[in-house]
């Protein structure tokens, strides 16, 4: 694969992250750079780690993953959107912004990453490459999507965090009607 080709993937698998990132970013209790580069180590190393476990495990876990894989990120994502948008027993609904669900929302927004390591085993091509360049793209654009999201959340406060659960939801359905139409 070419660079060029590489990058293109990269920057596709990584969109979605972006968007997440925003939505996360508008919760962001400090938006400072610390958070930014929390957000990037945590996509950006999901990014790059789901590649290589489908390229690995992805004859093996494949078939049975890959029927449910959207079902799985389409769940985990409109649920941490939903939880944004409703307040849970009159408290703020941004309880989920902390590291574990940071680490959820990376996690289901990589989760396409599997099948594209899965691919480039089936074309019997290295998935180092790819793994790579998707964590380093995805690091660096959720870095600035969370940075985005937490300037929007200063200026726009809670109506902010509406708008970052329903990208989140949207991300969500995104995944699922790409894979239902497919």
Known sequence: MS???LLVVAVALSADAFAAAIGRGVTAVSPAAGAALAAGVAFGGFQAAIPVAGALLGEGVGPWVAP????IAFAILAGLGLHMIVPCGGHRPARLAGPLGLLLVAFATSIDAFAAGFGTALLDRPGWPLAAAAGVVTFALSSVGLRIGAALG??????AEIVGGLMLAAVGASILVDHLSA
Request: a neutral charge.
């Open 3 to 5: 660079v060029m080709s």
């Open 68 to 71: 449910v894989d959207h079902w």
């Open 154 to 159: 200063e200026s726009w406060g809670r109506r």
